[in-house]
């Protein structure tokens, strides 16, 4: 088994040739797999691979979906509704988490900001769009329904840091215990 290093060089080698290689048809997607028990690591270690990717010529945009998340919650008019509701009732999760995920996706209100995320780069032949925070997502969504319905819009190299499992070479299983997704169109590296 390949030590996150290993798969980070490997995923940036990969980086490197997509780009070269310049497929009419091929989105520059990338997700690095990485266990669910190495998230903490990998956030410690994403300072370091921005700062590497960066002497590698790329100009790296962070991609926070924590960040995102929790501003669309934020600035959702509901919000404070929400936060009514699950003070008067704190141990009924199924409707909280029911409540944030339509929060989350009325609107398209990730879908959207990742769309206006990747729409000042296009063009930028060294831009390169880092998602991180992928867990975050639970248990609203998971980011091959995101991936899928930006299709054509990674005009430039996409990097998601996937906390997961890889069971075949498209099949994924996010955080170790959803069930698998083969709809991803994108090179997998580590896991």
Request: glycine share 8%; charged share 25%; with cysteine.
């Amino acid at each position: 088994m390949h030590s996150l290093r290993d798969n980070f060089d490997e995923l940036r080698e990969r980086i490197r040739h997509g780009r070269e290689l310049g497929h009419a048809s091929f989105e520059p997607i990338y997700y690095l797999i990485f266990a669910p028990d190495q998230i903490l690591e990998v956030k410690r270690q994403t300072p370091a691979w921005m700062a590497k990717l960066h002497q590698d010529g790329w100009d790296v945009h962070p991609f926070s979906i924590a960040e995102n998340l929790w501003d669309i919650l934020q600035n959702d008019p509901f919000w404070s509704l929400c936060l009514m509701e699950d003070k008067a009732s704190p141990q009924d999760w199924a409707r909280t988490n029911k409540a944030l995920a339509d929060i989350v996706t009325s609107g398209g209100g990730l879908l959207r900001r990742l769309e206006d995320a990747l729409r000042p780069l296009e063009g930028r032949p060294n831009a390169l769009l880092l998602v991180t925070d992928l867990e975050a997502l639970h248990p609203f969504l998971r980011i091959g329904a995101i991936e899928s319905q930006l299709q054509g819009q990674f005009l430039v190299p996409t990097v998601f840091l996937y906390p997961g499992i890889r069971t075949g070479k498209t099949r994924l299983k996010f955080l170790g215990f959803y069930p698998e997704d083969g709809n991803y169109r994108s090179v997998h590296v580590g896991g």
